[in-house]
């Protein structure tokens, strides 16, 4: 878990002095794709969309610009999010 705790979140500003995971707060480490290696703060999120997983915005994704990476939780481990592709 130390090694999560070390990366950097998601929709954290660039220039962010502290871009990593705040005391707590849950995260997922996401996993393959163009986020790989962000962490995902899903504090507060429901039961059923910690299942589904989510599409998030990304510009370095297969569509650019106002394209989406969809990440979900690894069978057995869903503390990692795999990338399970882009979409526009």
């Keep these: 878990m130390d090694e999560l705790m070390r990366g950097r979140v998601y ?3 660039h220039d962010d002095p502290n ?3 705040r005391a707590g ?3 997922r480490e996401l996993v393959a794709g163009p986020l790989d290696g962000l962490l995902l703060d899903v504090t507060g ?3 059923d969309q910690l299942r589904d997983g989510a599409a998030l915005s990304t510009e370095i994704g297969s569509f650019g ?3 989406h990476a969809l990440y979900g939780p690894r ?3 869903p503390r990692c999010w795999d990338w399970r592709g ?3």
């Design 65 to 67: 610009a106002g394209g």
């Design 75 to 77: 069978a057995g481990d």
């Design 25 to 27: 707060h849950q995260y």
């Design 19 to 21: 871009p990593g995971p």
């Design 11 to 13: 929709g954290s500003d």
């Design 86 to 88: 882009d979409t526009p």
């Design 45 to 47: 999120w429901p039961e």
